[in-house]
């Protein structure tokens, strides 16, 4: 039974792969490649200073989960801070972007983060004991 189940499963699969496009790779990060090497180089080229690293704005945490996975693999004892209002970009940000960066206050970027919340996100994150989250704005934090 469980062979057949299996057998089964394993087809399904085969069917999604092959005529939808669920199963396609997807880049999730919403920094580029290059900056992802050049964090993992530095993290590795530091991993023995005592010391901290600090990531402001986290949206999803592709790029916290990337850098939590390499901590664990290279065994740096580096502690992790990350700062997100996870609500949203504030008021005062918005304006900054969209008068010194010229995008415009309907960018994407700055609508639909309702669905960001400290509590769920953190939860994602419990088996990294070094990394220590903080919702705050990060021009308010000390």
């Not at 050049?38 to 010391?51: A, H, P, Q, T, W």
């Not at 005062?92 to 769920?120: A, C, H, M, Q, W």
């Not at 953190?122 to 070094?130: A, C, D, G, I, N």
């Amino acid at each position: 039974m469980m062979n057949l189940k299996k057998k089964m499963y394993e087809k399904l699969k085969g069917l999604v792969f092959k005529y939808t496009r669920l199963m396609d790779p997807k880049y999730l990060y919403l920094v580029e490649p290059i900056q992802l090497a050049f964090l993992v180089n530095y993290l590795e080229n530091n991993k023995n200073i005592d010391g901290s690293i600090l990531e402001v704005g986290v949206d999803k945490g592709m790029t916290t989960r990337f850098l939590c996975e390499h901590i664990v693999k290279s065994r740096s004892p580096i502690k992790y801070f990350v700062i997100d209002t996870f609500n949203s970009f504030t008021e005062d940000d918005i304006n900054f972007e969209v008068e010194n960066r010229g995008k415009p206050k309907s960018d994407g970027d700055f609508l639909n983060f309702t669905y960001n919340n400290f509590n769920v996100w953190s939860s994602k994150f419990k088996e990294f004991s070094f990394l220590m989250p903080y919702q705050s704005d990060c021009s308010k934090f000390d």
